[in-house]
């Protein structure tokens, strides 16, 4: 996914995750978009501080399915099969908007 796209479903309300669904990409109350490790609330910005350059690759970047979202989060990897590890005991994932 591109930086546009993933913006655009974000802002959409579908949720996109990096890497694995341990990983959530999501915009804050200041409209910083962020990816967020779900198990520990560790974030980073989507972006480089110039906000051109994705902190990931694009093809890392998917949305998620009925089948890898909140019924079974943390198991499912990337589309291409390749995932950076699943989320740790499959930790459930919590609404972000509430997070500081």
Known sequence: MTL?????AVD?????????TGY???????????ITYLPNGSSIGLTDQ???RLNGE???FF?????????NPGSQSRPDGRG???????AVALPL????
């Open 12 to 20: 959409a309300g579908q949720t996109v995750h990096w890497a694995n």
């Open 50 to 52: 110039g906000g051109q």
């Open 84 to 90: 950076r590890g699943a989320a740790p005991g499959g």
């Open 24 to 34: 959530v990409v999501h915009r804050d109350r200041l409209g910083q978009y962020l």
């Open 58 to 60: 694009e093809a890392e």
């Open 4 to 8: 546009e796209d993933i913006k655009a």
């Open 97 to 100: 908007g509430g997070q500081p």
């Open 63 to 71: 949305i998620a399915r009925s089948e890898d979202g909140a019924e």
